[in-house]
T-cell receptor, first 111, second 115 residues
Framework: QKEVEQNSGPLSVPEGAIASLNCTYS??????FFWYRQYSGKSPELIMS????GDKEDGRFTAQLNKASQYVSLLIRDSQPSDSATYLC???????????FGRGTSLIVHP | EAGVAQSPRYKIIEKRQSVAFWCNPI?????LYWYQQILGQGPKLLIQ????????DSQLPKDRFSAERLKGVDSTLKIQPAKLEDSAVYLC?????????????FGEGSRLTVL
């Protein structure tokens, strides 16, 4: 059973701070990693994807991947109240094209 | 470009009744997924189609759930008979064919309440 683990939170940070979201996965054959944002009552939307070890930056978002430690993280710089949402980590094994989702971490950015 | 369409958005039924959900993926997207998302949990895959063939239905409760994808386009997910624990949002998602295409495009979901 492929597992993706996330702390459910909530993670509360002040506006302007860095929010750090973490995810671990069980399948060493995993090759594709995604972070989705899900606002309450809405469907998930992709914010970052990462496929190789290291960091990938896109605006205020940085995804970090460490395959040896089976760990992927998302950093949100200069957090805004509009970033308040649930962040879902999704992991895909090579060739399966089936993302397995974690339970999500609830992020609250307070003014 | 039109997104993934799902209907109905909301459905309330009593246990042991049946329900069907419909999904129309983005035009040209060969891969279609149905996920179940229970409140407070992440989406859980029910079934994946590639064109009109089933790729993975290992987590689909086949005694009560069924799904089909007619002509490799629209898809229908049916539950019969429904149980209380089926209360969830049913998300349809699609993705173009190809390696590392990454993003799943989700519909707005169909929220089911079983009383």
């Amino acid at each position: 059973q492929k597992e993706v683990e996330q702390n459910s939170g909530p993670l509360s940070v002040p506006e302007g701070a860095i929010a750090s979201l973490n995810c671990t996965y069980s399948d060493r054959g995993s090759q594709s990693f995604f972070w989705y944002r899900q606002y309450s009552g809405k469907s998930p939307e992709l914010i970052m994807s990462i496929y190789s070890n290291g960091d990938k930056e896109d605006g205020r978002f940085t995804a970090q991947l460490n395959k040896a430690s089976q760990y992927v993280s998302l950093l949100i710089r200069d957090s805004q109240p509009s970033d308040s949402a649930t962040y879902l980590c999704a992991v895909e094994s090579g060739g399966s094209y089936i993302p397995t989702f974690g339970r999500g971490t609830s992020l609250i950015v307070h003014p | 470009e039109a997104g993934v369409a799902q209907s109905p958005r909301y459905k309330i039924i009593e246990k042991r009744q049946s329900v069907a959900f419909w999904c129309n993926p983005i035009s040209g997207h060969a891969t279609l997924y149905w996920y179940q998302q229970i409140l407070g949990q992440g989406p859980k895959l029910l079934i994946q189609f590639q064109n009109n063939g089933v790729v993975d239905d290992s987590q689909l409760p086949k005694d009560r759930f069924s799904a089909e994808r007619l002509k490799g386009v629209d898809s229908t997910l049916k539950i019969q008979p429904a149980k209380l624990e089926d209360s969830a949002v049913y998300l349809c998602a699609s993705r173009p064919s190809g390696r590392n295409t990454g993003e799943l495009f989700f519909g707005e979901g169909s929220r089911l309440t079983v009383l």
